[in-house]
C-alpha cells in the first residue's frame, strides 16, 4: 500500500465551478500536510500548508484535513482557467525530513 | 513564500558529459535540500536529501557515485550527473527546507536532455 494516495484524474470542470481534489494516507504519523500546485516544465508551487486537524482558507482555496480519517482535502472555489495544472498533496511526520507525494491530480478548467 | 532558485532550467547534453545543476534558497538558510526527479505524468521521486556540510542520504536505487550531491552552503546545493546517458534524461527537481519550518519550497526544475 503507497503511503498517499490521490487519483491521478484528469479532471475536467467549467469555469466558476468549484472543484474537490482529495488524497488518502496510511501513516497514522504524518502531521504536516501540504498542497502544491505545478505548471506544465514547472517546479510544484506550495498553496497551502496546514497542521494537524482542521481547516485552512486562503482566497479561493480551503486545505481540509481529518486525521481520523487520514482524509485531506483541497477546494477550489470559482475556478478559473488560470488554475489549470496538477495538483499534488504531501505531507510529513514532526521532522519534516521526509515528504510522501500523492502522484498528483490533473485538472483542466473550461472557459 | 520563500524563493529557490534552480538553474539551469533546461539542458542538452552528450552521452558520457557530465552536467551540474544548481540549487540555491536565495532569501532563507536550507539546512536541508531534497533532490528529485520526475518522469512526465507521474510524481516526484526523491531522489536524496542533503544536510548542509555532511554527505546526502540517497534513495534505495539512486547511484551515488552517478548522482553527485553537494551541499556546501547555507544556500547551495549541487547535483552533477556523472557519465550522462540517455535513460538519465528527466526533469530533476531541488526542494529547501527552512530550518524549523517542515514545509519544502521548491525551485523551477531542469529538464536534462541527454543526446
Known amino acids: 500500500q503507497k503511503e498517499v494516495e490521490q487519483d491521478p484524474g484528469p479532471l475536467s470542470v467549467p469555469e466558476g465551478a468549484i472543484v474537490s481534489l482529495n488524497c488518502t494516507y496510511s501513516?497514522?504519523?504524518?502531521?504536516?500536510f501540504m498542497w502544491y500546485r505545478q505548471y506544465s516544465r514547472k517546479g510544484p508551487e506550495l498553496l497551502m500548508y496546514?497542521?494537524?486537524?482542521g481547516n485552512k482558507e486562503d482566497g479561493r482555496f480551503t486545505a481540509q484535513v481529518d486525521k481520523s480519517s487520514k482524509y485531506i482535502s483541497l477546494f477550489i472555489r470559482d475556478s478559473q482557467p488560470s488554475d489549470s495544472a496538477t495538483y499534488l498533496c504531501a505531507m510529513s511526520g514532526y521532522t519534516g525530513n521526509q515528504f510522501y507525494f500523492g502522484t498528483g491530480t490533473s485538472l483542466t478548467v473550461i472557459p | 513564500g520563500a524563493v529557490v532558485s534552480q538553474h539551469p532550467s533546461w539542458v542538452i547534453c552528450k552521452s558520457g558529459t557530465s552536467v551540474k545543476i544548481e540549487c540555491r534558497s536565495l532569501?532563507?538558510?536550507?539546512?536541508?535540500m531534497f533532490w528529485y526527479r520526475q518522469f512526465p505524468k507521474q510524481s516526484l521521486m526523491l531522489m536524496a536529501t542533503?544536510?548542509?556540510?555532511?554527505?546526502?542520504?540517497?534513495e534505495q536505487g539512486v547511484e551515488k557515485d552517478k548522482f553527485l550531491i553537494n551541499h556546501a552552503s547555507l544556500t547551495l546545493s549541487t547535483l552533477t550527473v556523472t557519465s550522462a546517458h540517455p535513460e538519465d534524461s528527466s526533469f530533476y527537481i531541488c526542494?529547501?527546507?527552512?530550518?524549523?519550518?517542515?514545509?519544502?519550497?521548491f525551485g523551477q526544475g531542469t529538464r536534462l536532455t541527454v543526446v
Open positions: 542533503s544536510n548542509e556540510g555532511s554527505k546526502a542520504t540517497y
Open positions: 532569501d532563507f538558510q536550507a539546512t536541508t
Open positions: 496546514t497542521y494537524s486537524s
Open positions: 526542494s529547501a527546507r527552512v530550518d524549523g519550518n517542515t514545509e519544502a519550497f
Open positions: 501513516n497514522s504519523a504524518f502531521q504536516y
